[in-house]
Structure formats: structure tokens, C-alpha cells
């Protein structure tokens, strides 16, 4: 942490609803749709698309949808 430059500071924190579980489901499915979306990434870069690369598409494609509805997002201002 000796390095650290403060940039945290200027970010901000942006909650999508007020309703505590549905945040919660928002940012649990985020970290699962991550997961499907480094996946589809590696078969992508092999040139596999076969069924499992699709999967993995469809399914980063539906689990981010509760994250971006009731998600919590950090916005970083660059302008600070």
C-alpha cells in the first residue's frame, strides 16, 4: 500500500434499488456471470464454438441482467 495514490477516493459508489436482497442477488450474480464470461472468453480464443461456448454466452448474457437491474456499481471520475 505504499504506492497507493488515492484514485480510490474519487470513486463513486452507484446502488441501483434500495431493497437489500435484491442488491445482494444482483452482485451474486455478477460474480457468477464473470465466471461464464471468462470461459466463453478462453474457448472463444481457442476457436472452440462448439455447445459449451455457447453455454457459457448464454449464460453470462442471462446473469448479468439481475446485476445490471439491482446491481451496485463503482464509477470512477477521471476528471478529479
Do not use: V
Not at 444482483?26 to 461464464?36: D, I, P, S, V
Not at 451496485?72 to 471520475?77: A, G, I, M, P, S
Request: charged share 25%.
Amino acid at each position: 500500500m505504499e504506492n497507493y495514490d488515492g484514485f480510490l477516493k474519487n470513486s463513486k459508489k452507484i446502488q441501483r434499488t434500495k431493497i437489500l436482497p435484491l442488491r445482494w442477488i444482483g452482485n451474486l450474480c455478477e460474480k457468477y456471470a464473470n465466471h461464464h464470461l471468462g470461459k466463453f472468453l478462453y474457448y472463444s480464443d481457442h476457436d472452440d464454438y462448439g455447445i459449451s461456448c455457447r453455454y457459457h454466452a448464454y449464460m453470462s448474457t442471462i446473469l448479468y441482467k439481475p446485476y445490471t437491474w439491482w446491481g451496485t456499481y463503482y464509477k470512477l471520475d477521471m476528471d478529479k
